[in-house]
């Protein structure tokens, strides 16, 4: 245990300062902010209290100050805006204190910045969006705070970001889409929030991403099918949100996913079988009570077996035979409308025989049908009916008429 001894204030040429992993206690003397030549200051993983002196304001060629796992609270909590003016420094390490209030705007003065840990305290309030100015800033870890409100978008669309923790806080909204930007991006940490909304599919852009794990929140809607593009994705963790839909059989294919967690969504369908679903131990789907098959392992029901798709016609196929059809179909009708006007044309040019007039039978006396016959002359009769003879003659008017003699009486037709 014991203090700085404020005869360090002395060494004007000091470059780099390091006492971290001590058991020093107390307050971080002013006189450190005349050391004027200090790059670096390590006072990490001792118990000092207070706050950081504004005199540190001074170290212009600071680019180093790491005072993570004290017990510094600053006065009234709050980051001291003496920190904004360190314009070169590139690694800020306040995390694991007890700092509290909201993260100043003035950070984003800092453009130089290329970590930045907060986490592990009690900040509140929100994201500043100034933080986008820090375009050179490749670490942002902000985790277990009590910070709220949306992600800002100007965070999301920093190019150099390789790591974003921002889990354990109240954040709301969505996952902004610009995410996507962030194509250096190997981990983010997202879980612990109540960030709702479907994944956006934009994430699926972040090529070089290792680390997925947006766990604990709100999310819902499916899986993006496009995760298939993270070929080096390590942990996925998409567990207890509201996720529903199949589980996308491109997981399977991921070669370097070495742990799976969808537990405590609304997932259904069948479970795959290869890659990283070959091994009970790599994965977690517990809590998914629509789910089917999957290794022999998770004791699932089986998977009703699906009907056979009918592989119907192409619909431009369809079109066609349809519209050739109909062509067909008219030609047809022209056709037999054609044939049928033929023949009645025909038809209504035929002459009626002379003895059939509006449908009777024409009258002739019995004299000439005598005459005709030849006296009813056995040479002449045809047959002998029930009704009467048949026989034939010739009148005058037409030639092989045909008649009927009754024997019941003396009428006689003829035909």
Known sequence: M????????????????????????????????????????????NSFEGSLPDELGQLVKLQNLETYSNKLSFVKGIIPIGVGKLRNLEGLYLYSNRLSGQILSSIGNITRLVKLYLDGNCLQGSIPSSLGNCRHLETLVLGRNKLNGTIPKEILSIPSLVTLNIDQNSLVGSLPPVVGNLELLQYLFAADNKLMGEIPSEINNCLSLEVLNLSNNLFQGAIPPGLINLKGIKLLDLSHNNLSGHIPEALQKFPFLEYLDLSSNDLEGQVPTQGVFKNSSKFSILGNNKLCGGIPQLWLPVCPKKAPKKHGMPISLTVIFSMVGAVLGLILLSFLFATVFRVRRKASKRTLPAFFLEGQFLNVSYVDLFKATGCFSLDNLIGVGSYGSVYKGLLDQESNMYCSESFQSTRTWCF
């Open 2 to 45: 014991g203090r700085i001894p404020v005869e360090l204030s002395s060494l004007s040429k000091l470059v780099s300062l390091n006492l971290g992993r001590n058991n020093l206690i107390g307050n971080i003397p002013p006189p450190l902010g005349i050391l004027s030549s200090l790059v670096s200051l390590y006072l990490h993983y």
